[in-house]
Nanobody, 123 residues
Framework: QVRLVESGGGSVQAGGSLRLSCAAS????????LGWVRQTPGKEREGVAR????????YYDGSVKGRFTISQDNAKSTLYLQMNSLKPEDTAMYYC????????????????WGQGTQVTVSP
């Protein structure tokens, strides 16, 4: 069974940077779409970025374009999200997610979820 474990969250001032990591284990199929999704209290989950494990092709959603970078280290089975120029509105619980095959910007496309890591950006 696939397991995803996030780390790297924390508190930072606006304009700062953080790098989130997601350690994956239990993969039995190489054709995964991996992504990052975030959620703030009282709001629905929001797609942030995703990458296709085989091709390495990446997609970004909304206001994170140009500031966030999703990447993977296949040797370490780890997914990353480099977040630069952070803004207070980036404050959220960030989840690592995966699904076999295709995924889009809708968080419901994903079937497997990590437990989340909190990111807090102060003004």
């Amino acid at each position: 069974q696939v397991r995803l474990v996030e780390s790297g969250g924390g508190s930072v001032q606006a304009g700062g940077s953080l790098r989130l990591s997601c350690a994956a284990s239990g993969y039995t199929h190489p054709n995964y779409c991996l992504g990052w999704v975030r959620q703030t209290p009282g709001k629905e989950r929001e797609g942030v970025a995703r990458i296709y494990a085989l091709s390495g092709r990446t997609y970004y959603d909304g206001s994170v374009k140009g500031r966030f970078t999703i990447s993977q280290d296949n040797a370490k089975s780890t997914l990353y999200l480099q977040m630069n120029s952070l803004k207070p509105e980036d404050t959220a619980m960030y989840y690592c997610a995966a699904v076999v095959g295709w995924c889009g910007s809708d968080p419901t496309d994903f079937a497997i979820w990590g437990q989340g890591t909190q990111v807090t950006v102060s003004p």
